[in-house]
Structure formats: structure tokens, C-alpha cells
């Protein structure tokens, strides 16, 4: 390699001098870009430094260049509260000095005051002042405004006020417009043009007729020129930039000006406002024309609303094929099916409205369909827009529905699990004693299936895990409905409830098995598995709480059922589907066991047993097929088992003795270890439970075996891990017999607990200190000093009543000398017996 040497001094200064050079020039060049794209913005320039004129011939130093503050917000602040003062001067002069001028006056002065404040934002604009021309132009149209006031005063004091606003706003619209289109450079008067053109039909409509029908035309009416206004608006808007490019940074800026007209920018911004005007005007003549058809009581006084709905619907149909659009085409849908169900409202039943104004969607929906709409980005709106308007028809008549779905399947058939076997009802309304209108939901069935009908089409045109979900739940609703609806016998409905539950529990089990073989491995159940998940086990739910009007049903459904739960279980072991099946399963089980106890009448304490083989037979399952879920769940049937034997102190010792032969058989099986720890504490509750029922009220005879059990688990914890502290491993086992001995010592009066306890603990010290624990060895010889100071606590007190008053202050006082003498020492002596006590183990 070359090793280049650095430049010279003279060199460097001169190549840093260049590269200055370079840079001032493309500042320049900046800078001219700058003050072009201003101009374009219609910005007023600010300030900015000028670029030098040629090169730098030396390194001067360049002081730092900071950009003047901007007075953009000041002239904002100064020209509003301008404005602001002369519009309330023109006001006040209006309302309280008009009076004191004559004909003359009054003429002259409004005519030079508002021709001046009209002239006066040209001068300006070609001043280049655009804000103050926009104040003027604010204070101009205000003033043209207090202009109609002051002229109804004067020469229309007759005339009707909606009649003469309705003209004024008329020709005040015509003039701002022709205003803003002459001073196109003025934001203001053009979108004041079109909120005030919002006023004019109305006004007339509201002069001549006062009808609500009348209204909503004039209100349609003014939506169908702000739409016309809308459209063309955005159809003549031009592009920024197409004859001439814009100039790039490193060439001279040309001097051309944007190739947008005035007149073009000025109109650009009244799309977006016509089309939130249309929006309101129209839609509050629908929502006038809907509440008329509604409220109509024959078809002839329907149909000049649904007129009106019709004309709304052409018209959001016209302004979605002018500018495809969705929330348009999402009316048009919605009006016309508000058109056509409102024609045929107020002839039909109560119970058909809702299936009426649903076969209306349906029409809406084919022409989405239809190949005539598919193709082509540019109608997607559209076809988005009519599905969601037949959708949002179908799920407003889906809601008609509700009230009979509640009823059907929540307040019958709770009144039934609430007082089970008192017989069969005739037929499936008598499950409620309420007195609802089963004939005005009679249709339920038929709107359900009709919705159903129409998802399970749209997911074969297109499919989705959505709407297949959909057709299935909706599908399912419609079948629930359909005992009531039709008024079924009780015994029909209890079958078409528990078919309902085995085909969706079926169907759950198929797809979820179906995911779970896919290629990719373990897949994810679809939304399908979890929605017939769920309608089976609403359908299942029913069925169950309808079964127990009679024993015979009970017996029958219930199994049936566990049967169902048992296959979905073992046909998807794993998944939540089969997760579901096994809980299910256990808990038909344990009805069945509770059931069976009700038939044969046994007492609480004899149908714990009863129950209690459920969680047995679960253990014995599980011990050839693993199912965890199971597993789980029958601690539940366990806990009944226990609530149930309750009353009864040597049942309940027997229910818990079983129970822990059930958690030791379960601990027998690989990965189930934790379980010997339930059933050591389950043996140990049955030993209590056992003891407080033979009488026993010592306490040695209950905090024995747990000392014994504590004692074990924590030598066999010491083996495996021997640097476990012994406190961890026996402190709890000792306390748990050493403590409450040694309360009841100090309160026996008998000589035979403080001599057993005693012996008891010397032993536990030695022991301790033989094997340098420490625990057993402090815990054994603080009981036995306690156990010391209780047996002799009397001598001790004879001895003390002995004595002279005086003497044990004064060998108080003794001892304090004598360990003050020696504090050092026996402080050195605390800490050495505190580091022996640390060194035991």
C-alpha cells in the first residue's frame, strides 16, 4: 500500500475555501426554491437571509444565521379582534342608531358601508394582503346579511318571517357564492355560500305547509344539490401539478405560477362540506320518513313516506355510482328496505313485521351478489355497503327474537331445575308461569333459519370461518325457538333439545378432530368447533334443566347425555372439545349418583357414598386412559361427597378416609406424585374428624400424627437435600406438638402431661444435640426449662413470700452490678454461643 501524505496548510485552506463556495451557491439555490413554493402555498414570505452574491475567497467567519419570528400568529389575533369590533359596531348600529337616520340615510349608509367592505378584499388581494382581505370579506358578508335584516324593517314589516328568510337566504347564497367565485382567493365566502343554501327549502316548505312530510322533501330536496354539488366538485378538481413540472433543487426556479386556477383551489375544499351537508340534511328526512311509515295505521298513509324513503334511496344509490363510496351505498340499502317493509307495515300481523322487513333485505342482498356487481374495484363499495345494510336488517330482526330465546331457554327450564319432579307440563309453554306474547314471536323460528339460510350461502360463495360460525349459532336459535313457537308438547321439545345437543356436539368433535389431523401438526380449532361447542352445551344446559319434571326424564336425559359427553371425550382427547366432554361427563355423573340418591330417598350422609363413586370411578379410568380435565373436575363430586357426610362426624371421618385412599391410588401413577400430599393431609382430617367424634379432647391425640407425618416428610426432604436448615426441615413438626402440649401443661393441674412433655423434650435436646441440629435442640430445651419453671413456680413462690421485703430488690440490684462489671464479657459470650447456634445444622 501507498502511504499518501496529508496536504499542506495552504493546500487545506484552499480546498476548505472551494467547498465554502459550493455551498453558498447551493444555499442560493435553496433559497430561490424557497420563496417559490410560498408563492405557491399563498404564504406571505417570511424573512429570510439573501445568498451571498459569489464565492468566498478566504475563510471569513460566518456568523450564525437565525431566521426572524414569524408574526403570522399576531396578525391572526389582530385581524380577528378587528373584525370582531366592526361586526359588533355594525350590529349596534343596526339595532339601536338605525332608528335616528332617515330614508336617505339609511340607504346611503348601508350602501357604502357594504359596497366598501365587498370592494375592499380585491385591493387587498392584489396587495397581496390575504389575511386582512379575508377579515374584510368576513365583515363584507356579515354586513350583506344585517343588510336583509335591516331591509325586512324598513320595507317587509309584513311579510311573513319564513317567507322573507327563506328569499333572503336564497339571494345572500347566490350572492357569496358569485363573491367567492369572482375573489377566489377568499376561503370564506364559498363554504358560508353552501351552509347557508341549507336554509332556503326548508324555509319555504316551512312558510307554505308544516307537515313533516313536507319538511323531509325539502330537506331531501337540498341533500340532492349538495350531492350534485359534491360530485362535481370532485369530478372537475384538477391535478397539482400536469403542464408544468414543479422546479427541482438544483435548477433556477422558473417564475411560472401553479397550474391550478384560483378558481379551481377556491372550489377544491367544497367537496368534503357538500357531502357532510348532504349527509345531515338526508338523513334527517329519512329518519323523519321512518318514523312516519312506522307510526302509519294504514298503507295509504304509509306510502307518501315510503316515497320519500324510496327517493332517499335513489338518491344515496346515484351519489354511490357517481363517487363509489360506502356509507352511501350503506344507506341506500337501508331505505329501501325501509321503503318497501314500510308499504307493507301497517297491513300485516305484529308477528310477520319483522319477516317482512327481512325478505326486504334478502332482495337488497341479490343485486349484491349479481354478476353485474362483482367485478371491478370501483363497485366494491357498493356491494359492501348493501351487504351491511341487509346484515344490520337481519340482526335487528334477529333481536326480535331475544325476548322468546330468554324465555325458552333460561325461565323454563330454571323453573324447572328450581322444583324438579313435580310431573310433565302439557306442552312447552307451560314450562312459565309468565304471560307472554308467544303469538306475536311465532315467527322466531323463521327469522333464525331465514338468516341461517342466507350465512350458510354466503360462506358457500365465499367462505369463512365467520360465517359459517354464524349460520351455525343463528341456525341453532331457530331450533331452540321452535318448541315454543309452534307450542310443542313438553316431551317433544325435551327430545329436539337433547337432538340438538348430540348433533352440535357431533359436529364439535368432527372438526375439532379434523383440525387436529391437518398436515401442519396440532392446529387450532376453528371457529366452527368452538361455536358448536357452545350451542351444544347451551342446548345440553336446557335439555337438563327441562328433564328434571319427572324421573323418568331425569334418568333418561341424563344419560343419554353422559353417554354423548363420554364419545365427544374419547373421540378428541385432546382440545378444549374433549376437555369439555370429559368435565361435562363428570358432572352428568354425579346428577346421575345425586338422582339416583333421590329415588331410593337415603339420607344426605348415606348419598355422599353415592357421589363419592364418581370421583372413584374417574381414578380407575384415569389409570388406563390419562385425561387431566376429569381428573380435575371430580374434585368437585369429591367436595359434594364431603359436604353431603357433613352432619355426621363418623360418616364425614369415613368420607375423608375414602377420599385419601382415592389421592394415594392417584400418587401411585407416574406424574401424579403430588397427589401423596393430599392424601397424607386427607388421612390426617379423617383422624381428626375420627378423634372429635370418639370425644377426644387431648390435644397430643390430634397434633401427634402430624408431627409424626411433618417429621417424616421433612427427614426424607433432609436426605435428598442436605443443606436444608432443620429448621425447614423439623421446626414445623416439633411445634405442632410441642407448643400446644405446653399450653395445656402449664394448665393441668396433673403431674402426668408436664412428666411425659418433660421427658419428652429432654429427649428432643439430646437428640438434637448429639446430631448438632438446631432446632430440635432449642425447641426441646426451651419446653423443657418451661416445663422446669411450671413445677417449680409454687416452691419458688413459698420461697419468695419467705424472704424479707427488702432482700429481693437488693439481689436484683446485685445482678445488674455484677453483669455490668462483666458486660464486655458477656457480650463477647452472646456472640460466640449465637455462632455455635448458626454452625448447627
Given at each position: 500500500m501507498t502511504n499518501v501524505p496529508p496536504p499542506a496548510p495552504a493546500e487545506e485552506l484552499v480546498l476548505i475555501d472551494r467547498e465554502l463556495a459550493h455551498l453558498d451557491a447551493r444555499r442560493g439555490q435553496l433559497l430561490h426554491r424557497r420563496a417559490w413554493l410560498l408563492q405557491v402555498l399563498n404564504r406571505p414570505l417570511p424573512p429570510a437571509a439573501t445568498p451571498p452574491a459569489g464565492p468566498r475567497q478566504g475563510p471569513a467567519p460566518r456568523a450564525a444565521e437565525t431566521p426572524a419570528p414569524s408574526s403570522r400568529s399576531a396578525q391572526n389575533v389582530l385581524l380577528t379582534l378587528g373584525g370582531i369590533l366592526l361586526a359588533t359596531a355594525a350590529l349596534a348600529f343596526t339595532l339601536v342608531g338605525w332608528g335616528q337616520l332617515g330614508i336617505a340615510g339609511r340607504s346611503a349608509v348601508l350602501t357604502l358601508v357594504t359596497l366598501a367592505a365587498l370592494a375592499a378584499p380585491a385591493l387587498l388581494v392584489r396587495r397581496r394582503l390575504v389575511a386582512t382581505a379575508e377579515s374584510v370579506g368576513v365583515l363584507a358578508l356579515l354586513l350583506t346579511a344585517l343588510d336583509a335584516y335591516a331591509l325586512h324593517e324598513v320595507a317587509f314589516e309584513n311579510t311573513g318571517a319564513a317567507a322573507y328568510t327563506a328569499a333572503a337566504t336564497t339571494f345572500l347564497a347566490l350572492l357569496w357564492a358569485a363573491y367567492g367565485l369572482a375573489l377566489p382567493r377568499l376561503r370564506t365566502p364559498l363554504?358560508?355560500?353552501?351552509?347557508?343554501?341549507?336554509?332556503?327549502?326548508?324555509?319555504?316548505?316551512?312558510?307554505?305547509?308544516?307537515?313533516?312530510?313536507?319538511?323531509?322533501?325539502?330537506?331531501?330536496?337540498?341533500?340532492?344539490?349538495?350531492?350534485?354539488?359534491?360530485?362535481?366538485?370532485?369530478?372537475?378538481?384538477?391535478?397539482?401539478?400536469?403542464?408544468?413540472?414543479?422546479?427541482?433543487?438544483?435548477?433556477?426556479?422558473?417564475?411560472?405560477p401553479d397550474p391550478r386556477t384560483p378558481r379551481s383551489r377556491a372550489l377544491s375544499p367544497?367537496?368534503?362540506?357538500?357531502?357532510?351537508?348532504?349527509?345531515?340534511?338526508?338523513?334527517?328526512?329519512?329518519?323523519?320518513?321512518?318514523?312516519?311509515?312506522?307510526?302509519?295505521?294504514?298503507?295509504?298513509?304509509?306510502?307518501?313516506?315510503?316515497?320519500?324513503?324510496?327517493?332517499?334511496?335513489?338518491?344515496?344509490?346515484?351519489?354511490?355510482?357517481?363517487?363509489?363510496?360506502?356509507?352511501?351505498?350503506?344507506?341506500?340499502?337501508?331505505?329501501?328496505?325501509?321503503?318497501?317493509?314500510?308499504?307493507?307495515?301497517?297491513?300485516?300481523?305484529?308477528?310477520?313485521?319483522?319477516?317482512?322487513?327481512?325478505?326486504?333485505?334478502?332482495?337488497?342482498?341479490?343485486?349484491?351478489?349479481?354478476?353485474?356487481?362483482?367485478?371491478?374495484?370501483?363497485?366494491?363499495?357498493?356491494?359492501?355497503?348493501?351487504?351491511?345494510?341487509?346484515?344490520?336488517?337481519?340482526?335487528?330482526?334477529?333481536?326480535?327474537?331475544?325476548?322468546?330465546?330468554?324465555?325458552?331457554?333460561?325461565?323454563?327450564?330454571?323453573?324447572?331445575?328450581?322444583?324438579?319432579?313435580?310431573?310433565?307440563?302439557?306442552?312447552?309453554?307451560?314450562?312459565?308461569?309468565?304471560?307472554?306474547?308467544?303469538?306475536?314471536?311465532?315467527?322466531?323460528?323463521?327469522?333464525?333459519?331465514?338468516?341461517a339460510a342466507a350465512l350458510a350461502l354466503a360462506h358457500r360463495r365465499a367462505p369463512r370461518p365467520a360465517t359459517a360460525a354464524g349460520a351455525l349459532a343463528v341456525a341453532a336459535v331457530g331450533v331452540l325457538l321452535l318448541p315454543t313457537a309452534l307450542n310443542l308438547p313438553y316431551v317433544a321439545a325435551l327430545v329436539l333439545y337433547v337432538a340438538l345437543g348430540a348433533g352440535t356436539l357431533a359436529l364439535a368433535?368432527?372438526?375439532?378432530?379434523?383440525?387436529?389431523?391437518?398436515?401442519?401438526?396440532?392446529?387450532?380449532?376453528?371457529?366452527?368447533?368452538?361455536?358448536?361447542?357452545?350451542?351444544?352445551?347451551?342446548?345440553?344446559?336446557?335439555?337438563?334443566?327441562?328433564?328434571?319434571?319427572?324421573?323418568?326424564?331425569?334418568?333418561?336425559?341424563?344419560?343419554?347425555?353422559?353417554?354423548?359427553?363420554?364419545?365427544?371425550?374419547?373421540?378428541?382427547?385432546?382440545?378444549?372439545?374433549?376437555?369439555?366432554?370429559?368435565?361435562?361427563?363428570?358432572?352428568?355423573?354425579?346428577?346421575?349418583?345425586?338422582?339416583?340418591?333421590?329415588?331410593?330417598?337415603?339420607?344426605?350422609?348415606?348419598?355422599?357414598?353415592?357421589?363419592?363413586?364418581?370421583?372413584?370411578?374417574?381414578?380407575?379410568?384415569?389409570?388406563?386412559?390419562?385425561?387431566?380435565?376429569?381428573?380435575?373436575?371430580?374434585?368437585?363430586?369429591?367436595?359434594l361427597a364431603v359436604v353431603l357426610a357433613a352432619t355426621h362426624l363418623p360418616t364425614l371421618a369415613l368420607v375423608l378416609a375414602l377420599c385419601a385412599v382415592i389421592a394415594a391410588?392417584?400418587?401411585?401413577?407416574?406424574?401424579?406424585?403430588?397427589?401423596?400430599?393430599?392424601?397424607?393431609?386427607?388421612?390426617?382430617?379423617?383422624?381428626?374428624?375420627?378423634?372429635?367424634?370418639?370425644?377426644?379432647?387431648?390435644?397430643?391425640?390430634?397434633?401427634?400424627?402430624?408431627?409424626?407425618?411433618?417429621?417424616?416428610?421433612?427427614?426424607?426432604?433432609?436426605?435428598?437435600?442436605?443443606?436444608?436448615?432443620?429448621?425447614?426441615?423439623?421446626?414445623?413438626?416439633?411445634?405442632?406438638?410441642?407448643?400446644?402440649?405446653?399450653?395445656?401443661?402449664?394448665?393441668?393441674?396433673?403431674?402426668?402431661?408436664?412428666?411425659?412433655?418433660?421427658?419428652?423434650?429432654?429427649?428432643?435436646?439430646?437428640?438434637g444435640a448429639h446430631r448438632r441440629l438446631g432446632a430440635p435442640l432449642l425447641l426441646g430445651g426451651v419446653t423443657l426449662c418451661l416445663v422446669a419453671v411450671h413445677e417449680l413456680a409454687p416452691y419458688v413462690i413459698q420461697v419468695v413470700g419467705a424472704l424479707p421485703r427488702w432482700l429481693p430488690p437488693a439481689l436484683a440490684g446485685l445482678l445488674l452490678l455484677a453483669v455490668g462489671a462483666t458486660y464486655e464479657k458477656r457480650l463477647h459470650d452472646a456472640r460466640r454461643l449465637r455462632t455455635r447456634l448458626g454452625r448447627l445444622g
Open positions: 363554504p358560508a355560500a353552501v351552509l347557508l343554501a341549507q336554509l332556503p327549502l326548508y324555509l319555504w316548505a316551512l312558510s307554505t305547509s308544516a307537515t313533516p312530510l313536507t319538511l323531509a322533501w325539502a330537506l331531501l330536496a337540498t341533500a340532492v344539490l349538495d350531492t350534485a354539488l359534491a360530485v362535481l366538485t370532485f369530478r372537475h378538481r384538477l391535478p397539482a401539478a400536469t403542464n408544468s413540472p414543479a422546479p427541482t433543487a438544483s435548477a433556477t426556479v422558473p417564475h411560472h367544497l367537496g368534503p362540506l357538500a357531502e357532510v351537508t348532504a349527509r345531515a340534511t338526508g338523513g334527517i328526512a329519512l329518519l323523519i320518513a321512518l318514523v312516519r311509515s312506522v307510526g302509519s295505521t294504514t298503507t295509504p298513509e304509509a306510502l307518501p313516506a315510503c316515497a320519500l324513503l324510496l327517493a332517499g334511496a335513489a338518491l344515496a344509490l346515484a351519489a354511490t355510482l357517481l363517487r363509489p363510496r360506502f356509507a352511501p351505498a350503506l344507506v341506500a340499502g337501508l331505505a329501501a328496505v325501509a321503503s318497501v317493509g314500510g308499504a307493507m307495515y301497517p297491513s300485516l300481523p305484529v308477528a310477520w313485521v319483522a319477516p317482512a322487513y327481512l325478505l326486504c333485505a334478502c332482495a337488497v342482498l341479490a343485486p349484491a351478489s349479481a354478476p353485474v356487481l362483482s367485478g371491478g374495484p370501483r363497485l366494491a363499495p357498493l356491494r359492501h355497503g348493501l351487504r351491511w345494510a341487509a346484515g344490520l336488517v337481519g340482526g335487528g330482526a334477529l333481536l326480535t327474537v331475544m325476548p322468546a330465546l330468554a324465555l325458552t331457554v333460561l325461565t323454563g327450564p330454571l323453573s324447572r331445575a328450581v322444583d324438579p319432579w313435580q310431573g310433565l307440563p302439557a306442552t312447552a309453554r307451560a314450562t312459565t308461569e309468565l304471560d307472554f306474547p308467544w303469538d306475536r314471536t311465532a315467527t322466531g323460528p323463521l327469522i333464525a333459519l331465514a338468516i368433535s368432527r372438526t375439532a378432530a379434523f383440525a387436529g389431523k391437518a398436515p401442519t401438526g396440532k392446529a387450532a380449532p376453528t371457529a366452527l368447533s368452538y361455536t358448536a361447542l357452545a350451542t351444544g352445551a347451551v342446548a345440553a344446559l336446557a335439555a337438563t334443566c327441562l328433564a328434571l319434571a319427572s324421573r323418568e326424564t331425569t334418568f333418561g336425559v341424563l344419560g343419554a347425555l353422559l353417554a354423548m359427553c363420554v364419545l365427544l371425550a374419547a373421540r378428541t382427547p385432546t382440545g378444549v372439545a374433549g376437555a369439555v366432554g370429559a368435565v361435562a361427563a363428570v358432572g352428568y355423573a354425579t346428577g346421575l349418583a345425586v338422582a339416583s340418591a333421590a329415588a331410593l330417598e337415603l339420607p344426605p350422609r348415606h348419598a355422599a357414598f353415592l357421589v363419592l363413586a364418581v370421583p372413584a370411578a374417574v381414578a380407575l379410568l384415569a389409570a388406563r386412559v390419562r385425561c387431566a380435565p376429569a381428573e380435575y373436575a371430580a374434585t368437585v363430586p369429591a367436595l391410588g392417584t400418587a401411585l401413577r407416574p406424574g401424579r406424585r403430588e397427589a401423596r400430599w393430599v392424601a397424607a393431609a386427607l388421612f390426617l382430617l379423617a383422624t381428626w374428624v375420627r378423634l372429635a367424634a370418639s370425644g377426644v379432647d387431648g390435644p397430643e391425640a390430634y397434633t401427634l400424627p402430624a408431627t409424626v407425618l411433618a417429621l417424616g416428610v421433612g427427614f426424607l426432604h433432609r436426605r435428598a437435600h442436605p443443606a436444608t436448615s432443620s429448621w425447614t426441615a423439623y421446626g414445623p413438626g416439633l411445634s405442632t406438638t410441642l407448643l400446644p402440649s405446653l399450653v395445656a401443661a402449664w394448665a393441668d393441674p396433673h403431674w402426668l402431661r408436664p412428666l411425659l412433655l418433660g421427658c419428652a423434650a429432654l429427649a428432643v435436646t439430646l437428640l
